[in-house]
Every structure is written in structure tokens, then in C-alpha cells.
């Protein structure tokens, strides 16, 4: 499977963004996706994932009822759409597919990925 993110930018605190992750592979609706991002200087973090069915999804506390991950199994595309974007969430983030059955409370794992996307800035300016 090949990841490619897309839809970062620049954008004023308060603003939105959405990110698209293409994916290929006629596999792509039976694995689950994660959204990571990682600061200058920081390690990648966990933001959000989102089960294969898109029946289930879950995010690490700063970005709760500000972001929401979805997916188009048609389109084999996953998104993060990204709402009141704060300076603090400017990173690059990183689309991620999962082979296994990954419980979303796994999710945050790193390890539990297969499959990374290249990444894209977002950039929030105050």
C-alpha cells in the first residue's frame, strides 16, 4: 500500500484545513488509518484513527471536537478534517494503514502501522 497526504497549508489561527491520505490498493477498506503529526523538535504524536468501516474513530484530547477523521472506501481516501486550528498544531502530519484488526484503543501505537504517507505542513499562524 502507498500513502499519499495531501492538504496542509498555511492557514490563521481560528481556520480550517482538510487533509486527504490516497491510498492505493484494492485492500485499502479493511484497514484502519491513523493520523500522526509530529512538531519540530518533537517526537510524532497520535491525533486521530479511524476503523476500517469508518464505524469507529478516536483522537487524543487536544484535538477532541475540533478535528474529525473520515474515510470514502470507494475513493480509498481518508481524512482529517481540521476545524479552529490552534498554533499548536502546526506539525506535519502523517496518514498510517494498519493490516490487522487494530482496536482504536491501540491506536495511538506507532508500531501498530504498516504503512506511512509522506506528510504534509500544516502551519498555524496566530
Known amino acids: 500500500v502507498q500513502l499519499q497526504a495531501s492538504g496542509g497549508g498555511l492557514v490563521q489561527a481560528g481556520g480550517s484545513l482538510r487533509l486527504s491520505c490516497a491510498a492505493s490498493?484494492?485492500?485499502?477498506?479493511?484497514?484502519?488509518m491513523g493520523w500522526f503529526r509530529q512538531a519540530p523538535g518533537k517526537e510524532r504524536e497520535f491525533v486521530a484513527a479511524?476503523?476500517?468501516?469508518?464505524?469507529?474513530?478516536y483522537y487524543t484530547d487536544s484535538v477532541k471536537g475540533r478535528f474529525t477523521a473520515s474515510r470514502d472506501n470507494a475513493k480509498n481516501t481518508v481524512y482529517l478534517q481540521m476545524n479552529t486550528l490552534k498554533p499548536e498544531d502546526t506539525a506535519v502530519y502523517y496518514c498510517?494503514?494498519?493490516?490487522?484488526?487494530?482496536?482504536?484503543?491501540?491506536?495511538?501505537?506507532?508500531?501498530?502501522?504498516?504503512?506511512w504517507g509522506q506528510g504534509t505542513l500544516v502551519t498555524v499562524s496566530s
Open positions: 498510517a494503514a494498519s493490516r490487522g484488526s487494530l482496536p482504536m484503543s491501540s491506536s495511538r501505537n506507532l508500531n501498530e502501522y504498516d504503512y
Open positions: 479511524i476503523s476500517w468501516s469508518g464505524g469507529s474513530t
Open positions: 490498493g484494492r485492500t485499502f477498506s479493511s484497514y484502519a
